[in-house]
């Protein structure tokens, strides 16, 4: 999940450009899992360039620059078809991990100032019909693409903002309000 945050903005980016946003993790490892990856179809090889061209004993030695297939990150409508309940209960704790592990990142970057940062976290509940429902998805994803759009650099800082929605008080499967009468 972090490989894929690292890469969110497009711009194509060495292992060692990867590795120097997470250098916790040890290089073995985040070579393994971007091999992964690409297997996966999720991360694909931008361009090569060779390293110290000049050297001899460097030949053959080649530079790869990583971006994301695009959409290969995102779960498609086939893969939520046919997912069962367990293959949700691990994709959604996947994703919560991976909150909990940069929210720990940043606490232990010194002394966290959320007010400073801009972080914040809250629960709130909303009492939404299917219609409201859909307009505030609307509505969110209107006011959220402009900013999405923005590319890395110009002094702008990778900011991550997760959104949970679910229902607050969960119905058993096949049962809503509509179906109880």
Known sequence: MRV???LAS???MAVSEIHDRMADV?????????KALREGGIVAVAD???IFPTEKRQRGAIEHRFVLQSGAAF????????AKAEDHVRWFASFVASLIGAFGRYA???VPDL??????????????????????SVAVNSALRPFAANPSGEGRTPRLLATILLPAD?????????NKA
């Open 26 to 34: 040890p290089l073995a490892t985040l070579y393994r899992h971007l």
């Open 4 to 6: 894929l945050v690292a």
């Open 108 to 110: 232990s970057a010194g």
């Open 48 to 50: 090569e360039q060779p």
């Open 115 to 136: 007010a400073r940062d801009g972080v914040g976290y809250n629960a709130v509940v909303l009492q939404l019909n299917d219609e409201e429902l859909a307009a505030m």
């Open 10 to 12: 497009g711009v194509p």
């Open 75 to 82: 779960l498609r409508p086939n893969d939520l078809a046919n």
């Open 170 to 178: 969960p119905k058993p499967a096949g049962q809503s309000e509509r």
